[in-house]
């Protein structure tokens, strides 16, 4: 069973427009780390963020932010005044104890196309 | 320059054959993974390993194997038992904080 679920599969916006990047994660453990990936061209994977099952905070960087509501058990991020250099494949991911030592669990990422 | 070195970037094969793609890492990180990446699909655990002489199956070991010999080291062998190999195959490591740190990938064609 997919265990995140990314049911976005491409959005494309136009530069300035802001957009949100859906994710819905499934797990039984307390203990879980939720992750963004940014996957450019190149195809090497980039860090965005790591959040703790214990820490509800939504978080700010720069345009980018994320909103993880344990409830409906999403992980959400949004950028703002997007950029054509956004343009990439994200990928949401978890991490439990419970699961193959901590290995992160992805889903099938978002392809994000934002035009000038 | 410290990081994770995965080579070859790209590898183009014969049905058939044997291929070992390698991922050395020189920041003396314990934890290490294999990743396999289809077009439109997320990233797949193959295998991972916590420490040398040590690994676990991931979700697709099936014609897969690995060797955990030195901390810096995890080659992974793709075998021709594999029946679908053509893929994007990425390493990553794991400085105990939880966040992967990826190498560049290797592209494996198999014609």
């Known amino acids: 069973a997919q265990k995140v679920t990314q049911a976005q599969t491409e959005i494309s916006v136009v530069e300035k427009e802001d957009v949100t990047l859906d994710c819905v994660y499934e797990t039984r453990d307390t203990t879980y780390y939720l992750f963004w990936y940014k996957q450019p061209p190149s195809g090497e994977l980039v860090f965005l963020i790591r959040r703790n099952s214990f820490d509800e ?6 345009r980018y932010s994320w909103n993880f509501q344990k409830s409906t058990s999403s992980f959400n991020f949004t950028i703002t005044a997007s950029q054509v250099v956004d343009s990439a494949v994200y990928f949401c991911a978890l991490s439990e104890g419970s699961n193959s030592g901590y290995a992160l669990n992805f889903g099938k990422g978002t392809s994000l196309l934002v035009t000038p | ?3 994770i070195t995965q080579s070859p970037k790209y590898l183009f094969r014969k049905e058939g ?20 990446q289809d077009p439109g699909q997320g990233l797949r655990l193959i295998y991972y390993s916590q420490i040398v002489n040590d690994f676990q199956k991931g979700d697709i070991a099936e014609g897969y194997s690995v060797s955990r010999e030195k901390k810096e080291s995890f080659p992974l062998t793709v075998t021709s038992a594999q029946k679908n190999p053509t893929a994007f195959y990425l390493c990553a ?16 064609t198999v014609l």
């Open chain 1, 57 to 62: 905070q939504n978080e700010i960087s720069g």
């Open chain 2, 1 to 3: 320059d410290g990081g």
């Open chain 2, 17 to 36: 054959q044997n291929v070992t793609l390698s991922c050395e890492q020189n920041l003396n990180h314990d934890a290490m993974y294999w990743y396999r």
């Open chain 2, 93 to 108: 490591m794991d400085p105990g904080t939880g966040e992967l740190f990826f190498g560049e990938g290797s592209r494996l």
